[in-house]
């Protein structure tokens, strides 16, 4: 029983862990923020406006220490959401491990074989959905690779990777596509693993039992629970016919469950209560696809980030479950369900075919770099869109039953969520280069770090496992960005593929609502002497494209020419492409906090470029108060999740660049 959890910095995320232990929590669940999650210091200008905001910043071994202090690493079960710097975070987390055991006197390597937990790892599904990945995929499967191997050996309590179907079902994708797609993942994983010959073939069914799977469970009950029979099925064929593992126990499926986020609203979020219990109901009833571990997000997921009490609020859901109601006490209830049987079979059957296409073309990973994973992805996303839009898909609160009585939890908007110091980035930045300073004012120390991070570059290049470079480099006190720019120097960096040019749009010319807003941009195009052109822009380090994709294609569809360079783009970068394409519209998108730092960047940008009379509109998770303070500052309008319909979206973009370009609007924005 977990929740999610991690913020502003390492001391007080520690205090946090230990309040939430106290409660009955039984492990813990590491949220770590962007520039940790990328490989970057607190101090680097990338990390501008992201420290602390959805994780905690983990900037060295004296991050790590202050993280779990009086927490006993060798009797905790720790899962960390952590992928492109997974291998970073488990060097430091093992020598911690043996810091605590010596100061115990104890032995060091008892402890580390001791170390139970998962490093998430799953760096294809950051290519399709949340864009934490630092590398391109070759040199990124080589990293889970070598810490699947070093795990094994030295760590066997250990899941060094944990496919995410959790993030696909978030990006859009249908239960057949969220099956296939994250066992193709294994099936990349598991190969490379075979391939690099540095496990030998006996042990190999050692190697698949501690694959782990980390899913999401929807709100739709029936088909997310048959998905999970489907998994099982599907996992111990794969394994048994393609990898020979003949244990059936190493066969078995292991999943934990954060349930929905993406079905969460900031309309009426009281509704989120039932549908986090739904969904976790999906994942526990049938015992023989029961899930190993549940985090559950909070109420208010929608609105901002959660407070304690949210947490707890969570963990009690859990609590009540497990301890009062029966629910644990039988065996599988839906065994001979004749209704069940046949909704498996329908799943697996297209699971199957899907995972064929994928292995036509080479497997997860060309079908990552070709774009034809996140083209599908995009394509199921905007359909789904489409029918909550046309009411096909009833969403409670939102697209029905939208009367409600005034809402006691949200009385008060800015005390309803966790707010996070506006001091905290400068004292991390200020920490990290005292750390430095600190380490490098000693010769013996400053040689240490430099030797360590020569070695690590020299491991990628001669194509040695990186783990015991990573190790040496944190017990010499190397940070986060070193640790990452090591292996920049040798990797390079990647710019995935967006899916947006080849997504399938709405068909058959949209509805009628959509042919009007087109026949407007069309109409004001033609006042103007040319295309409209809208800039959809991601600043800063959220890799949460999903929303900025949806936009991106339905501003297409309504005949918008339409600008997107995918995500992690400096303010002076979207200030450059909005000054080159010459755009009519800017919109930002922003789901990590960091809304207050960048956008006013942003603005400022354009008005020293010239374009200041160039309209700005900001997207994302944002509280009230900080949508008033940018409208202040000359935010043309925001839009939060509960501004669901994409085409009276796009009829406000033309409205917002009428007024900019003093032409008659022919209606008051209802947001300017």
């Not at 094994?152 to 797609?181: F, M, R």
């Not at 190993?292 to 901002?304: I, S, T």
């Not at 109409?523 to 040319?530: N, P, Q």
């Not at 319909?645 to 032409?663: C, H, K, T, Y």
Request: net charge negative; with cysteine.
């Amino acid at each position: 029983m977990r929740t999610y959890a991690g913020h502003s910095s390492a001391a007080a995320s520690n205090e946090l862990y230990r309040r939430n232990l106290a409660k009955g929590q039984t492990g813990l669940s590491v949220a770590f923020d962007l520039p940790t999650q990328t490989g970057y210091d607190p101090d680097h200008p990338l990390a501008r406006g992201e420290v602390g905001k959805v994780g905690v910043p983990i900037s060295h071994i004296g991050d790590m220490r202050a993280l779990f202090d009086q927490i006993p690493l060798d009797q905790m079960n720790t899962s960390m959401t952590i992928n492109a710097t997974a291998m970073w975070l488990l060097a430091m987390y093992q020598v911690v491990a043996q810091e605590q055991a010596e100061a115990a006197g104890a032995d060091p390597q008892a402890a580390v074989r001791a170390l139970a937990g998962t490093t998430q790892n799953d760096i294809i599904k950051e290519y399709l959905s949340r864009g934490t990945y630092v590398f391109a995929p070759g040199p990124s499967l080589r990293l889970i690779t070598d810490m699947v191997a070093y795990t094994v050996s030295d760590i066997p309590k250990w899941n060094p990777t944990n496919i995410c179907s959790y993030h696909l079902q978030e990006a859009g994708a249908t239960p057949v596509q969220e099956i296939a797609y994250s066992l193709c993942t294994a099936i990349a994983v598991l190969d490379a693993v075979r391939d690099s010959g540095q496990v030998p073939p006996e042990r190999f069914g050692e190697v698949v039992a501690r694959i782990s799977f980390f899913v999401n469970a929807g709100v739709r009950f029936v088909e997310e629970m048959c998905k999970m029979r489907a998994f099982v099925q599907l996992w111990d064929e794969l394994t048994a016919e393609r990898y020979g593992v003949s244990d059936a126990k190493q066969r078995r499926f292991r999943y934990g469950v954060q349930v929905n986020s993406l079905g969460l609203t900031e309309a009426q979020p009281e509704n989120n209560v039932q549908r986090i219990v739904l969904e976790m109901l999906a994942v526990t009833l049938s015992k023989d696809a029961r899930a190993r571990a549940v985090q559950l997000p909070a109420w208010n997921e929608a609105l901002g980030l959660p407070r304690p009490w949210d947490q707890q609020w969570s963990l009690r859901m859990q609590q009540v479950l497990a301890f009062e109601s029966d629910l644990l006490e039988y065996e599988d209830l839906f065994t001979g369900s004749v209704v069940v049987e046949a909704k498996v079979a329908e799943l697996v059957a297209g699971a199957k075919a899907e995972i064929a296409r994928v292995q036509e073309m080479g497997g997860a990973v060309p079908a990552v770099e070709s774009g034809y994973m996140k083209s599908a992805l995009v394509a199921s996303h905007s359909l789904r869109r489409q029918r909550i839009e046309a009411g096909e898909d009833v969403v409670v609160g939102v697209n029905r039953f939208q009367t409600t009585e005034p809402n006691p939890l949200t009385a008060d908007l800015d005390a309803a969520i966790q707010t996070v110091d506006h001091d905290v980035e400068a004292k991390a930045a200020a920490a990290v280069r005292e750390w430095r300073e600190r380490r490098d004012a000693d010769p013996r120390s400053r040689d240490r770090a430099a030797a360590a991070l020569t070695a690590l570059e020299a491991d990628a290049r001669s194509g040695a496992n990186l783990m015991e470079a990573s190790l040496e480099a944190a017990r010499a006190g190397v940070t986060t960005g070193e640790w990452a720019q090591a292996l920049r120097e040798v990797f390079g960096e990647f710019r995935a593929p967006t899916g947006v040019s080849g997504s399938v749009g709405v068909s058959g010319g949209g509805s009628d609502e959509l042919k009007a807003v087109r026949e407007e941009v069309r109409r004001t195009g033609d006042e103007l002497g040319e295309r409209l052109r809208v800039l959809v822009a991601k600043p800063g380090l959220d890799g949460h494209s999903n929303g900025a994709e949806q936009v991106a294609v339905r501003a297409r569809d309504a005949g918008f020419e339409v600008v997107y360079q995918g995500i992690r783009l400096t303010p002076d970068q979207i200030v450059a492409a909005a000054v080159a394409e010459d755009v009519h519209l800017v919109g930002i998108s922003i789901l990590s906090g960091s809304h207050m730092e960048l956008v006013p960047e942003i603005l400022a940008g354009l008005r020293a470029a010239g374009a200041g009379e160039v309209p700005v509109i900001v997207g994302g998770i944002i509280p009230d108060s900080d949508a008033r303070a940018l409208r202040a500052q000359g935010v043309a309008a925001v839009f939060t999740p509960k501004d669901f319909g994409l085409n009276d979206i796009m009829g406000q973009f033309v409205e917002i660049i009428r007024s900019a370009r003093g032409l008659q609007t022919t209606a008051a924005s209802s947001r300017g």
